[in-house]
């Protein structure tokens, strides 16, 4: 049985039953586990005789789908632990102890996104008396959505650091806190597109992030592909505007 087999059939019952409700339009507790296994791959350390695995893992997700897994967590961080362990025995991977799973919320991510970090935890000397690198600080945080590519998830910076920029056309233009996008010339950003809107789109400054909130366009507005009313905005976001791409990004 594959391994992704294995944690399809451990927690089938949770997601078929209670889980599969809970979790029909987020963070889906298998896609957790597939990703939390590629972090135990990628983040390997070579010793004298063994390949040692993180046993440490820190799962980041959004507001929204942190609130959905109140309920079930205790249960799901056993779950995704057995299922890591089995994982590591079934690679030849040596744990310097058992892995632990923890859940945080990231107001950064989207309903559907999650982050997780990997480190490994020694004690110095295994059982066998071999030396084991010992603590190490937690990697960067890798984020995963459906829409994109896994990517590192950019450091939190406060609000009052950062610029942000739009480029149309390849024309940089920094934003200010609020900033209309669309076809007509009283627009802080003009798209000479004749299937925008005149008042199209607007990006503003939301607490410590961006966000962009569609007029009420006749084509709506695209993030990354997915239409959206409102959304909130990270570095490289590609946005549509009628039949003309804008890339949002935060220097």
Same mark, same amino acid.
């Given at each position: ?41 990628? #983040? ?45 025995? #079934? ?103 004749? #299937? ?22 006749? #084509? ?32």
């Amino acid at each position: 049985m594959s391994v992704l087999r294995n944690i399809e059939s451990r927690l089938g019952a949770f997601v078929e039953g209670v889980f599969g409700r809970a979790f029909r339009s987020s963070v889906q507790p298998v896609e957790i586990a597939e990703k939390l296994a590629r972090e135990m791959e990628e #983040n390997q350390v070579v010793s004298v005789s063994r390949v040692y695995a993180p046993n440490l893992y820190r799962v980041y997700l959004s507001p929204e789908d942190r609130k959905q897994f109140e309920s079930y967590e205790e249960a799901l961080r056993k779950e995704l632990s057995d299922y890591l362990l089995e994982h590591a025995r #079934n690679e030849g991977l040596s744990l310097t102890s058992r892995p632990r799973v923890e859940f945080l919320t990231d107001e950064r991510l989207s309903v559907g996104e999650f982050g997780i970090q990997a480190q490994l935890l020694s004690i110095g000397v295994d059982d066998a008396g071999e030396r084991v690198p010992r603590p190490a600080e937690f990697g960067e945080t890798m984020v995963y959505s459906p829409e994109r590519a896994a990517r590192p998830l950019a450091p939190h910076v406060p609000a009052a650091q950062t610029r942000a920029l739009l480029i149309v056309d390849g024309k940089r233009i920094v934003l200010g806190d609020r900033t209309v996008v669309g076809r007509s010339r009283e627009c802080d950003v003009v798209v000479p597109d004749p #299937n925008a809107s005149r008042r199209h789109a607007e990006v503003r400054r939301e607490g410590n992030g961006w966000v962009v909130r569609d007029l009420g366009s006749t #084509n709506g507005t695209l993030v990354n592909g997915r239409r959206v009313a409102q959304a909130p905005l990270r570095h490289g976001d590609r946005l549509t505007v009628g039949l003309t791409e804008v890339v949002f990004e935060v220097e």
